[in-house]
DNA sequence: CAACTTAGTTTCATAAAGGAAACCAGTTTC
DNA sequence: GAAACTGGTTTCCTTTATGAAACTAAGTTG
């Protein structure tokens, strides 16, 4: 995992970090991690679930990244025919595959803690 | 992994949820995953190496992005006695631990083209 | 001394992100 | 019918993020 590097020529540019930017413009935003975690946790949510139990979230900013994750295909949107329509989401089966990401997250959020917290004392 | 909801009350927040957000908040914006990304590969590397290197960014968001992950300890940066001055980033230990992250991040992206791929034909 | 290198900083400007509040449409309950 | 609920959209505004280009400072080379 290591190229040292002496002359000034920039190295040649590896496929992880293409695959990396590439990654990061589907999830960029405050956001839009903590939604594919919640459906994660949660499986399938509602609309106004996810607005009262995503702390700060604005109706906008949801239904934006909502629709921008269902375009990607990350999340699947259904309609429910109940009294007041409600509408739930959903990962695909593709989206379920940013499992290993969002865990590997919030681990290091955990271990990031610990870190700090050994740290101060 | 999951836990259906059926009430209007707001899940409540799990610490995973919570971890999640406290490691976006520090590697939010378009460039620290890849600046991480690079150091992780090629170790010591100089700041022209990565200005050249990283497609894109300019000498001031690379600078104020490095200066973040410094202050956050993820990288430490030496300055070296040369003839003309260079200066060296890499990680710290700690910064080492979000390999499992970059790695699980570059892995999507690559399953994510795959998959992309797959649809199109 | 002029020109170039490294490693930045400063300035000026634009683009993207984020948020509060009001509004809309359909349905239901009081 | 008034008020409430679901799931949004729209408007207006503020804050961040990002960028290009010029500039600084110290040392080096021709």
Redesign the pocket.
Known sequence: MNAKKTT?QAPECKEQLIAIKDTMILL?????IQIIGWLLLYGKV????M?RGIE????????????ELEQNQILA?T??P????????ELTEHGKTLSGVIEAVSAWGITHRKFLFKKER
């Open positions: 000034q960029s935003g405050k956001w839009k509602r609309f106004m679930d607005l700060g979230i604005a109706a906008k900013m949801l239904s934006k990244e909502l629709q949107r309609v429910m109940t009294k007041p329509v409600t509408v739930e989401y």
